[in-house]
């Protein structure tokens, strides 16, 4: 399966404990980008990425979130001391990028990851 | 800030007949569109997509209209089957925006036999 990957599909934190999202994008893709679904809400924009790069994080909270795309490896979404309000599913898509076209605005997802705070 | 806008969140239509959702924006920098389908528990999938300088793109029984003088897009789906049955997002994105989507709510698709 050449999609992209996201693990775990579901996570239940506690308040106040770390969560880490995974995700592996397809083959050949080297964009990756974190949205976040809130119940009954659209997909909102967290971040951008490339190969240890963050290009935008203009959809991050300021506080307690992060995102790394190492060299080797999956993407991380970090959500350290999570809040109920945390709460929703996690998308990540991948884009091959690159020149010609707006290729890189067909972006792939992920299943998501379901992230459950009590 | 919704930027773009998603007014119907449900729809029904007959198997067999045509389907049409909308879409408005907002943001006249937005110069790309995007449709996407969405099964529960699973990520969106890409359907149909138009930049600006068109206001029509066709993809088998998909069909995207824009009318950017009304910053409204439309998708079609005829024939309509079961299978369809989804929910689908509308998203924009514009060239300053750092290639970052801006999604609808989605409208919810039932398509009965």
Same mark, same amino acid.
Request: charged share 20%.
């Given at each position: 399966n050449a999609g992209v990957m996201q693990n775990p599909r579901h996570l239940v934190r506690r308040r106040g404990q770390e969560a880490r999202l995974?995700?592996?994008?397809?083959?050949?893709?080297?964009?990756v980008y974190w949205y976040r679904?809130?119940?009954?809400?659209?997909?909102?924009?967290?971040?951008?990425?490339?190969?240890?790069n963050i290009i935008d994080e203009s959809g991050m909270p300021k506080?307690?979130?992060?995102?790394?795309?190492p060299?080797?490896?999956?993407?991380?979404?970090?959500?350290?001391?999570?809040?109920?309000?945390?709460?929703?599913?996690y998308f990540c898509a991948s884009s091959p990028g690159g020149t010609g076209g707006r290729s890189y605005n067909e972006q792939f997802f992920g299943p998501g990851t379901r992230l459950t705070v009590l | 800030d919704q930027q773009v806008k998603q007014n119907s969140p449900s729809l029904s239509v007959q198997e067999g007949r045509i389907s049409i959702l909308n879409c408005d924006y907002t943001n006249s920098m937005f110069d790309?569109?995007?449709?996407?389908?969405?099964? #529960?528990?699973? !990520?969106?999938?890409?359907?149909?997509?138009?930049?600006?300088?068109k206001d029509k793109n066709e993809d088998g029984r998909f069909t995207v209209?824009?009318?950017?003088?009304?910053?409204?897009?439309s998708l079609h789906i005829v024939p309509s089957q079961p299978g369809d049955s989804a929910v689908y997002f509308?998203?924009?994105?514009? #060239?300053?925006? !750092?290639?970052?989507?801006?999604?609808g709510k989605g409208t919810s698709l039932l398509v009965t036999p």
């Open positions: 995974r995700c592996s994008p397809m083959k050949g893709h080297s964009h679904q809130l119940p009954e809400e659209g997909l909102k924009f967290m971040v951008y990425l490339q190969k240890e506080e307690r979130f992060s995102a790394e795309f060299k080797e490896g999956p993407s991380i979404l970090r959500i350290q001391q999570v809040v109920r309000g945390d709460s929703a599913a | 790309y569109f995007l449709w996407y389908k969405k099964y #529960p528990a699973e !990520g969106p999938t890409f359907l149909i997509s138009i930049s600006s300088i209209f824009l009318n950017k003088s009304a910053k409204h897009l509308c998203a924009a994105s514009a #060239p300053n925006s !750092g290639y970052a989507l801006n999604f």
